[in-house]
């Protein structure tokens, strides 16, 4: 299974943009870079999903190096419930059901 | 939209104790995951179900685990003669093949704690 490296924590200030990292070196051609977030004793929550191209939402935006090998979410305006825990996952509905997780990256948004 | 939901939120039991979790997903989703997650640690996959077949269950979990899907709909978890170790979130999360690459749903999951 497909892993991704993500930093351990981050830091941003309220209403500035923040933008979290994520390297899957081992990315196959069939893998979509999905990003949940987790927030306190909650459930894990979608934010985005993509395959090659940037992607953008109500949430957020993906963006994906042209080699896939890395790819970039961004907030663009932090608001303090922003602060969670990202996960940065490979998934591949034919192949890779499961979802494999990392420790993800804690953000946290000074007010 | 209801969600995904799961029953009890929390749980506390002695060890040695069944216990048993119940997860109602979406409605028109016909993929249920289990996962279990410890502080500070990501999900960990446990078993997942496509309709009401289990196709997928991890090497990690133990004789002492069982989970079913009786006609497609919700789920319930079953931990048998629990230990201490099985202490942490249970979460549940269900999906849509339909399309590919279908997000997953997750519920607020059950914090179980083994005395």
């Known amino acids: 299974d497909a892993k991704t490296t993500q930093p351990n924590s981050m830091e941003s200030n309220e209403e500035e943009p923040v933008h979290l990292p994520c390297n899957h070196s081992?990315?196959?051609?069939?893998?979509?870079i999905h990003w949940y977030r987790q927030l306190p004793s909650q459930g894990p929550e979608y934010v985005i999903h993509?395959?090659?191209?940037?992607v953008n939402n109500r949430m957020a935006s993906l963006a994906i190096a042209e080699d896939r090998k890395s790819s970039t979410l961004i907030l663009h305006r932090a608001t303090l419930r922003d602060a969670a825990v990202y996960y940065c996952?490979?998934?591949?509905?034919?192949?890779?059901?499961?979802?494999?997780w990392g420790l993800g990256t804690s953000l946290a948004v000074n007010p | 939209d209801t969600g995904v939901s799961q029953d009890p939120r929390h749980k506390i039991t002695k060890r040695g104790q069944n216990v048993t979790f119940r997860c109602d997903p979406i409605?028109?989703?016909?993929?249920l995951y289990w996962y279990r997650q410890t502080l500070g640690q990501g999900p960990e996959f446990l078993t997942y179900f496509q309709n009401e077949a289990q196709l997928e269950k991890s090497r990690l979990l133990s004789d002492r685990f069982s989970a079913e899907r009786p006609k497609g709909s919700f789920s319930t978890l079953e931990i048998q003669r629990t230990e201490q170790g099985d202490s942490a979130m249970y979460l549940c999360?269900?999906?849509?093949?339909?399309?590919?690459?279908?997000?997953?749903?997750f519920g607020n999951g059950t914090r179980l704690t083994v005395t």
């Open positions: 996952i490979l998934y591949n509905a034919g192949n890779n059901r499961k979802l494999i």
């Open positions: 993509g395959l090659t191209s940037n």
């Open positions: 999360a269900s999906s849509w093949t339909g399309g590919s690459n279908s997000p997953l749903h």
């Open positions: 409605s028109e989703h016909n993929r």
């Open positions: 081992t990315i196959s051609g069939t893998d979509y």
